[in-house]
């Protein structure tokens, strides 16, 4: 588990006393006769994420009877890299998330269902402010060590709420209004692809980067034939992954999160043990309406070493599914009325290139130490370069320079090839 050394962390002057005070208010502190102090530092001294500034707000509260200490956890559009800035305006990332916090989230809730994501307590200018997870004893997992079967099975289990979440809802609202809705209806301007486009240079970049380690790195990089093979496939297979990500008319879809790498699924963990008893999701830029098992097959692609998701995978799909079933149940509707076993079945293994091809995507980037991260992408320069003009130099760079990296990149890009450019 991932710890952080408070002493460490960096104050900063971000948040001003009425962005604190529009805080207190907004957790109910309406009271003029409280008083406060409150101190901002960075979130961690790691590199949380990719495309955003994470603070924590602290606010000791005192009142004639009592002294309260309130944590808060704030992530913002970013004021230290203007490259990531610029990428989360023109993707319209923070509206779309703090609309899917605000609107979305809200209009999904289901009585009794068990949380799945941080709750949201405002949003400041550029910046929402959510319950400090952190406070309540969720963790991330150290993003080298792979989910066992426990964190699966947690993370799945969050999962089924999360999806079970929108089948409820398009099932309410079509009693309500008499006829068929869907989440699209009415949220679709914020379920759009992101930069999930065959044509957005993010995307390109992935692409043509994962091939160039391909070309050098793969087992059948000596083979002429095989490449000529691989390379003649590679823009099809990518395309359709792309369209993988388009709304189809004849599939049961939910609202996917689209984004779940190691650092977007905190645990908690039963007392003095290592044993998981909740999980919750963070980070909704990316999501769209995609069939469940989009989400199932990125979750395990970016979170499982291969050999043992695949001695797994008939289980872990099983218990998914179980699950959403159990949260459908409990609001009276039935699984096979919305999502046959059959289907889902076969949605997750059409769903397989999704997962892998967006993994290829994510994990040049997270599959790196720390520090290193830190001076490569908070670096406006280096991120932009890496982001939209020359991933694969990033790639090859760091596969020369670090074994561990290579192997396990590369299993992920092998996969790729192995299933769906070589001729079997």
Not at 26 to 43: E, R
């Amino acid at each position: 588990m991932t710890t952080t050394n408070e002493d460490n962390l960096e104050y900063i002057n971000h948040v001003t006393e009425e962005d604190v005070k529009y805080v207190l208010k907004s957790s109910g502190f309406t009271n003029n006769d409280i008083t406060y102090n409150y101190v901002v530092k960075n979130a961690s001294n790691k590199m949380l994420g990719f495309l955003s500034d994470y603070w924590r707000l602290q606010v000791v509260v005192k009142s004639k009877s009592q002294k309260q200490v309130l944590s808060f956890f704030i992530k913002a559009v970013s004021r230290s890299n203007a490259a990531k800035a610029k990428v989360v305006k023109e993707l319209n990332l923070f509206e779309k998330e703090s609309t899917f916090y605000s609107v979305i989230k809200t209009a999904l809730y289901v009585p009794g269902l068990k949380p799945w994501s941080a709750e949201l307590i405002t949003t400041l200018n550029d910046a929402m402010v959510f319950q400090d997870l952190n406070a309540m004893q969720y963790t991330l997992r150290n993003k080298f060590q792979r989910f066992d079967t426990a964190h699966t099975l947690q993370a799945l289990q969050t999962l089924s709420r999360f999806h079970g979440s929108s089948i409820i809802f398009e099932i309410k609202k079509s009693k309500e209004l008499r006829k068929p809705f869907s989440i699209n209806d009415e949220f679709g301007q914020y379920l759009d692809n992101g930069a999930y486009i065959s044509t957005d240079p993010w995307y390109i970049q992935c692409m043509t980067g994962v091939l160039e380690a391909v070309r050098i790195y793969s087992k059948y990089h000596t083979d002429s034939k095989v490449m000529k093979e691989i390379e003649s496939r590679w823009t099809d297979i990518w395309n359709t992954a792309c369209n993988l990500s388009e709304s189809s008319p004849k599939r049961t879809k939910v609202i996917c999160h689209r984004d779940l790498w190691v650092n977007n699924v905190l645990f908690h963990y039963k007392a003095d043990t290592n044993e998981p008893d909740d999980c919750v999701l963070v980070d909704f830029q990316a999501v769209k309406c995609q069939p469940p098992a989009a989400d199932v097959m990125l979750l395990l692609y970016c979170n499982l070493e291969p050999k043992f998701r695949e001695e797994n995978m008939k289980m872990f799909l099983n218990y998914y599914y179980e699950q959403l079933k159990i949260v459908l149940n409990d609001n009276s509707v039935r699984i096979n009325d919305v999502l046959p076993k059959e289907e889902f079945l076969a949605t997750s293994e059409e769903y397989r290139l999704w997962g892998v091809v967006v993994c290829a995507c994510l994990i040049p980037q997270f599959w790196v130490d720390d520090e290193l991260t830190k001076s490569i992408f908070c670096d406006a320069v280096q991120f932009n370069e890496i982001l939209s003009k020359d991933k694969a130099s990033f790639i090859k760079k760091m596969m020369q320079e670090n074994e561990d990296y290579k192997i396990s990149v590369m299993n992920i890009f092998n996969e790729i090839v192995e299933r769906y450019c070589i001729q079997k």
